[in-house]
């Protein structure tokens, strides 16, 4: 779905309006960052913790805590966004850009939410309302593109406004549906307490490293390539560069959905049992380096076809860009359980000084590329920044914390995925671009998928944890997976 949305909009507007529709998406995702990351930071870990450890009335506490800091931060970031949309921002582009903007607010109002269901390991009241969310978004293509019925016009076109006016709707039926199926989640007769005086000191200790870390994060992590872009170039890298990172969210999907379940887990293990953290995040790195890899080398393959179906002919010069960041997406998708062990043993001082190294690496590297390569200088540039603040997170968690990081595997399924990057984009070059990607994808999956078996791609103790995963799926496709699953790990 989202797939769709993007290609048949940009398709229709071009890059370079589609340029300045990604710049406002990045105004929104920097202020947004802002107003999330406190409450945020805090109830991954302690509302965790607290559910973990069967603490009722401290986790009713903190769910408490996070909507009253939430509600003050709804009207600090309104008033700081109408201020700037009226003194920075052109007046023909102010309504769309304020419907961006507008949508930080029920992203911010579903926080607490979200990590109360985290906490609860209740996944599936996080899941549903995405499904449902992005079932919504054809809404902002009929918005954007408008709607004829012959001679009659049953939907104006309102290009870049509409395509704001469907997304904002969307996150507000995604709210609704995690307020809903949030309610619920303490005993009946939970008691009304105010928090520790000892965990509230751990919480502005913890909070204070968060914040910096926040800043160091947006550099490295959050595309800051999107500022000298439009310093350096012009709407249209930026558009060719927003069909690079859009497409790689949506690779970047379905392991965020694994790396957000899993962190709620790391965190109700480290309450319930502090000395099976490390193990359970090297399982975690197991599986999305299985999930990621594939994705990410299988994109790149058939890069060339998808963007010419999706996208059309004016976005051809993106193609390099989006196959360079879909390889580049990896360290990033694969970082996770290591901060999630540092962040649960408060380890943070540490990333605060290595992300500093790493956010001198990003901004050096994107000023030296996008003054040369527009684009394809931003992938460049973000990819450098990301891998140099991997290696020393990692290092770190291995040599000082004990976390296994599991090489032997990685470099397994990544070997498995390589290759079958490679078949499939040989699968592409002898036909048109729509029975390229028809013909190149399912010899990839098949082909991955022989080769993790041939390889052992796989530790031991994962066999009985991918097996259980099929119990919780529905009859038909339960079938499949534990067919599939035993032929692999067999």
């Known amino acids: 779905m989202a797939f769709a949305t993007a290609g048949i909009v940009a398709r229709s507007l071009g890059p370079a309006k589609m340029g300045r529709y990604a710049f406002a998406i990045w105004l929104a995702m920097v202020m947004g960052a802002f107003a999330m990351h406190g409450v945020g930071a805090i109830l991954s870990k302690y509302l965790a913790e607290a559910f973990g450890k069967g603490d009722w009335p401290v986790a009713k506490a903190l769910v408490r805590t996070g909507y009253q800091i939430q509600f003050t931060f709804l009207i600090l970031i309104g008033v700081i966004a109408a201020f700037y949309v009226y003194w920075r921002i052109p007046e023909g582009q102010r309504l769309f850009t304020s419907l961006v903007l507008a949508t930080v607010l029920p992203g911010l109002l579903s926080i607490p939410p979200t990590l109360t269901n985290m906490a609860a390991e209740d996944f ?10 992005t079932l919504c978004q054809p809404l902002g293509i009929v918005l954007a593109l408008g709607w004829t019925w012959g001679p009659h016009v049953i939907v104006k076109r309102y290009e870049l406004t509409g395509l704001a006016a469907g997304f904002l709707f969307c996150k507000l039926v995604d709210l609704a549906l995690r307020l809903w199926l949030s309610r619920g989640r303490f005993p009946e007769g939970t008691p009304h307490v105010a928090l520790p005086a000892e965990l509230k000191s751990r919480m502005w200790t913890f909070l204070w490293h968060s914040s910096a870390l926040l800043v160091l994060d947006l550099i490295v992590w959050e595309r800051s390539e999107v500022f000298f872009l439009k310093k350096f170039s012009d709407n249209v890298q930026l558009g060719f560069y927003y069909t690079g990172f859009s497409i790689s969210g949506v690779l970047m999907a379905l392991p965020n959905s694994f790396a957000h379940a899993a962190s709620a887990s790391l965190m109700v293990e480290r309450g319930r ?17 299985m999930m990621v890899f594939p994705m990410a080398a299988g994109l790149a393959a058939v890069s060339g076809p998808l963007i010419r179906i999706l996208y059309g002919p004016r976005y051809i010069p993106a193609i390099p860009v989006f196959a ?16 999630w062990v540092l962040r649960a043993v408060e380890k943070q001082a540490f990333m605060v000084r290595w992300m500093i190294v790493g956010s001198i690496v990003t901004l050096g590297a994107d000023y030296f590329f996008i003054r040369r390569y527009g684009a394809l200088g931003a992938a460049w540039g973000n990819g ?9 997170i990692w290092f770190y968690a291995q040599h000082e914390e004990g976390l296994p990081i599991p090489w032997s595997e990685m470099a397994r399924m990544g070997g498995a995925a390589a290759i079958m990057g490679g078949i499939a984009y ?9 029975p390229a990607v028809l013909i190149a994808v399912p010899v990839g999956i098949v082909t991955y998928l ?41």
Do not use: H
């Not at 599936?124 to 969310?133: C, D, G, Y």
């Not at 796989?458 to 099929?470: H, I, K």
């Open 124 to 133: 599936s009241a996080n899941v549903i309302p995405a499904l449902i969310s």
């Open 273 to 289: 049992n502090p000395s099976a953290l490390n193990r359970a995040a090297a399982a975690s790195m197991r599986y999305m380096a």
């Open 324 to 339: 360079l960041m879909a390889l580049l997406v990896i360290p990033k998708a694969l970082v996770g359980p290591a901060q």
């Open 384 to 392: 450098i920044g990301q891998f140099a603040a991997v290696a020393g």
């Open 426 to 434: 040989l699968c592409t070059l002898p036909f048109s671009i729509l």
């Open 450 to 490: 022989a080769l993790l078996r041939a390889l052992r791609s796989f530790a031991e103790e994962d066999g009985p944890r991918l097996r259980d995963l099929g119990s919780k799926l529905p009859g038909p496709l339960r079938d499949w997976y534990l067919g599939g699953m035993r032929w692999i790990l067999d």
